[in-house]
């Protein structure tokens, strides 16, 4: 099992920047990929960046530029930074992890305000 903590949302003002930061515990010996999902009111959850455990990283076209996803394996944490904020950007984001599973985050707001 792996058990996952996520940080770092708030409000901002559109153009701002935010740090999302995810915590993994348990069995972070079998982790694998990690990435961020994130889902707005009345829209599907979408996948915004992932990255493996070597290093290569994926983003979702309307992001591409402005976040950035990272990890630190000796602390078992995967990061966003989120540049250039837009109100779009508003959602809930998902900390989403491969280990001998699928695990999900408990969600952290993140509102752009124009």
Same mark, same amino acid.
């Given at each position: 099992?792996?058990?996952? $903590?996520?940080? +770092? +949302? +708030?409000?901002?003002?559109? /153009? /701002?920047?935010?740090?999302?930061?995810?915590?993994?515990?348990?069995?972070?010996?079998?982790?694998?990929?990690?990435?961020?999902?994130?889902?707005?009111? /009345?829209?599907?959850?979408?996948? $915004?960046?992932?990255?493996?455990? +070597?290093?290569?990283?994926?983003?979702?076209?309307?992001?591409?530029?402005?976040?950035?996803?990272?990890?630190?394996?000796?602390?078992s944490t995967v990061y966003l930074q989120m540049n250039s904020l837009k109100p779009e950007d508003t959602a809930v984001y998902y900390c989403n992890v491969f280990a001998l599973g699928v695990y999900?985050?408990?969600?952290?707001? $993140?509102? $752009?305000?124009?």
């Amino acid at each position: 099992q792996v058990q996952l $903590v996520e940080s +770092g +949302g +708030g409000l901002v003002q559109a /153009g /701002g920047s935010l740090r999302l930061s995810c915590a993994a515990s348990g069995s972070i010996f079998s982790i694998n990929a990690m990435g961020w999902y994130r889902q707005a009111p /009345g829209k599907q959850r979408e996948l $915004v960046a992932r990255i493996s455990s +070597g290093g290569s990283t994926k983003y979702v076209d309307s992001v591409k530029g402005r976040f950035t996803i990272s990890r630190d394996n000796a602390k078992s944490t995967v990061y966003l930074q989120m540049n250039s904020l837009k109100p779009e950007d508003t959602a809930v984001y998902y900390c989403n992890v491969f280990a001998l599973g699928v695990y999900w985050g408990q969600g952290t707001q $993140v509102t $752009v305000s124009s």
